[in-house]
Protein backbone atom coordinates (compact mmCIF):
# COMPACT_ATOMS: atom_id res chain seq x y z
CA UNK A 1 0.00 0.00 0.00
CA UNK A 2 1.57 3.22 -0.97
CA UNK A 3 1.98 6.14 1.85
CA UNK A 4 -0.55 9.18 1.50
CA UNK A 5 0.80 12.26 0.39
CA UNK A 6 0.00 15.59 1.27
CA UNK A 7 -1.20 17.41 -1.40
CA UNK A 8 -1.40 21.14 -1.77
CA UNK A 9 -4.31 21.50 -4.11
CA UNK A 10 -7.71 19.45 -3.94
CA UNK A 11 -10.91 19.83 -5.20
CA UNK A 12 -13.17 18.63 -2.69
CA UNK A 13 -16.53 17.09 -4.13
CA UNK A 14 -15.55 18.22 -7.39
CA UNK A 15 -16.74 15.85 -9.71
CA UNK A 16 -14.18 16.30 -12.24
CA UNK A 17 -11.60 15.09 -9.59
CA UNK A 18 -9.13 18.04 -11.28
CA UNK A 19 -6.92 19.61 -8.54
CA UNK A 20 -8.12 23.22 -7.38
CA UNK A 21 -5.34 25.19 -8.23
CA UNK A 22 -6.78 24.56 -12.05
CA UNK A 23 -9.91 24.74 -11.12
CA UNK A 24 -9.16 28.18 -9.70
CA UNK A 25 -7.25 28.96 -12.84
CA UNK A 26 -10.08 28.60 -14.54
CA UNK A 27 -12.49 30.64 -12.97
CA UNK A 28 -9.80 33.68 -12.78
CA UNK A 29 -9.96 33.13 -16.81
CA UNK A 30 -13.75 32.81 -17.14
CA UNK A 31 -13.86 36.13 -15.33
CA UNK A 32 -12.01 37.93 -17.49
CA UNK A 33 -12.85 41.26 -15.80
CA UNK A 34 -11.48 43.05 -13.15
CA UNK A 35 -12.72 40.59 -10.53
CA UNK A 36 -10.21 37.57 -12.21
CA UNK A 37 -7.65 40.60 -12.03
CA UNK A 38 -8.44 41.08 -8.42
CA UNK A 39 -8.63 37.02 -7.84
CA UNK A 40 -5.62 36.56 -8.78
CA UNK A 41 -3.36 39.18 -6.94
CA UNK A 42 -5.35 38.12 -3.82
CA UNK A 43 -4.37 34.64 -4.93
CA UNK A 44 -0.61 35.91 -5.04
CA UNK A 45 -0.49 37.41 -1.88
CA UNK A 46 -2.00 34.52 0.17
CA UNK A 47 0.83 32.45 -1.35
CA UNK A 48 3.33 35.04 -0.78
CA UNK A 49 2.12 35.52 2.71
CA UNK A 50 2.49 31.56 3.09
CA UNK A 51 3.81 29.06 0.76
CA UNK A 52 2.29 26.13 2.55
CA UNK A 53 -1.07 27.00 1.76
CA UNK A 54 -3.48 24.35 0.70
CA UNK A 55 -5.42 25.64 -2.29
CA UNK A 56 -9.43 23.74 -2.05
CA UNK A 57 -12.80 23.96 -4.16
CA UNK A 58 -15.45 23.98 -2.29
CA UNK A 59 -19.05 24.20 -1.78
CA UNK A 60 -19.88 24.57 -6.13
CA UNK A 61 -17.47 26.95 -7.16
CA UNK A 62 -15.77 28.69 -4.48
CA UNK A 63 -11.71 29.02 -3.58
CA UNK A 64 -10.60 28.25 -0.67
CA UNK A 65 -7.33 28.38 1.34
CA UNK A 66 -6.48 26.62 4.39
CA UNK A 67 -3.78 25.83 6.65
CA UNK A 68 -4.37 23.56 9.56
CA UNK A 69 -8.18 24.93 8.87
CA UNK A 70 -9.67 27.01 6.81
CA UNK A 71 -8.23 30.44 6.42
CA UNK A 72 -9.86 32.66 3.54
CA UNK A 73 -12.31 31.96 1.02
CA UNK A 74 -12.41 34.01 -2.18
CA UNK A 75 -16.00 34.55 -3.41
CA UNK A 76 -17.12 36.84 -6.38
CA UNK A 77 -19.78 39.03 -6.94
CA UNK A 78 -21.26 40.86 -9.82
CA UNK A 79 -19.60 43.98 -8.05
CA UNK A 80 -17.12 42.46 -5.41
CA UNK A 81 -14.57 40.13 -5.17
CA UNK A 82 -15.26 39.03 -1.25
CA UNK A 83 -12.13 37.44 0.85
CA UNK A 84 -13.89 36.07 3.60
CA UNK A 85 -11.45 35.03 6.97
CA UNK A 86 -13.08 32.35 8.70
CA UNK A 87 -11.60 33.17 12.03
CA UNK A 88 -11.79 36.79 11.17
CA UNK A 89 -13.12 38.63 14.51
CA UNK A 90 -10.29 36.72 16.50
CA UNK A 91 -7.38 38.73 14.51
CA UNK A 92 -6.22 41.41 14.89
CA UNK A 93 -6.41 44.27 11.76
CA UNK A 94 -4.24 47.07 12.87
CA UNK A 95 -4.79 48.55 8.90
CA UNK A 96 -8.59 47.98 9.26
CA UNK A 97 -8.86 46.34 6.25
CA UNK A 98 -12.17 44.34 6.93
CA UNK A 99 -14.68 46.00 6.16
CA UNK A 100 -17.49 43.51 5.74
CA UNK A 101 -19.29 41.10 7.61
CA UNK A 102 -18.30 42.84 10.86
CA UNK A 103 -21.56 41.96 13.01
CA UNK A 104 -20.45 38.54 13.58
CA UNK A 105 -18.69 36.97 16.22
CA UNK A 106 -16.56 34.26 13.75
CA UNK A 107 -15.88 35.49 10.35
CA UNK A 108 -14.70 38.90 9.39
CA UNK A 109 -14.55 39.77 5.14
CA UNK A 110 -12.66 42.74 3.20
CA UNK A 111 -15.10 43.48 0.05
CA UNK A 112 -13.26 44.52 -3.28
CA UNK A 113 -14.41 46.60 -5.23
CA UNK A 114 -13.18 47.64 -9.21
CA UNK A 115 -10.66 50.01 -8.90
CA UNK A 116 -9.57 49.36 -5.06
CA UNK A 117 -6.19 49.33 -4.20
CA UNK A 118 -5.01 46.49 -2.32
CA UNK A 119 -2.30 46.99 0.69
CA UNK A 120 -0.27 43.83 -0.16
CA UNK A 121 1.98 44.29 3.38
CA UNK A 122 -0.66 44.83 5.75
CA UNK A 123 -3.05 41.60 3.73
CA UNK A 124 -0.34 39.03 3.98
CA UNK A 125 0.09 40.43 7.43
CA UNK A 126 -3.28 39.30 8.41
CA UNK A 127 -3.03 35.81 6.32
CA UNK A 128 -0.55 35.12 8.29
CA UNK A 129 -1.79 36.21 11.56
CA UNK A 130 -4.93 33.74 10.15
CA UNK A 131 -2.01 31.37 9.78
CA UNK A 132 -0.51 31.46 13.20
CA UNK A 133 -4.31 31.55 14.70
CA UNK A 134 -4.97 28.25 13.41
CA UNK A 135 -1.72 26.60 14.40
CA UNK A 136 -1.59 27.98 18.02
CA UNK A 137 -5.89 26.62 17.63
CA UNK A 138 -4.21 23.24 16.65
CA UNK A 139 -1.42 23.05 19.28
CA UNK A 140 -3.43 23.95 22.24
CA UNK A 141 -6.12 21.51 21.68
CA UNK A 142 -4.31 18.88 23.73
CA UNK A 143 -4.97 14.88 23.77
CA UNK A 144 -7.19 13.96 27.61
CA UNK A 145 -5.02 12.37 29.64
CA UNK A 146 -5.30 8.41 29.03
CA UNK A 147 -8.79 6.64 30.88
CA UNK A 148 -7.43 3.72 33.31
CA UNK A 149 -8.48 0.34 31.91
CA UNK A 150 -9.41 -0.54 35.48
CA UNK A 151 -12.52 1.86 36.22
CA UNK A 152 -12.39 0.48 39.63
CA UNK A 153 -8.71 2.07 40.38
CA UNK A 154 -10.42 5.83 40.67
CA UNK A 155 -10.81 5.61 44.34
CA UNK A 156 -13.36 7.48 46.17
CA UNK A 157 -12.04 11.14 44.10
CA UNK A 158 -15.06 12.71 43.68
CA UNK A 159 -15.99 15.45 40.47
CA UNK A 160 -16.67 19.17 41.76
CA UNK A 161 -19.90 19.72 41.14
Not at 88 to 103: I, K, Q, V
Not at 110 to 122: H, L
Request: glycine share 8%.
Amino acid sequence: MKPKTAHKSTAVGHPQGKPASQLIDAKIKMLSDWRGEMLSRIRALIKQADPDIVEEWKWGDVPVWSHDGLICTGETYKSIVKMTFAKGASLRDPARLFNSSLEGNTRRAIDFREGDKVDREALKALIRAAVALNISSRESVRPSAPRSADRGSRGSARRPG
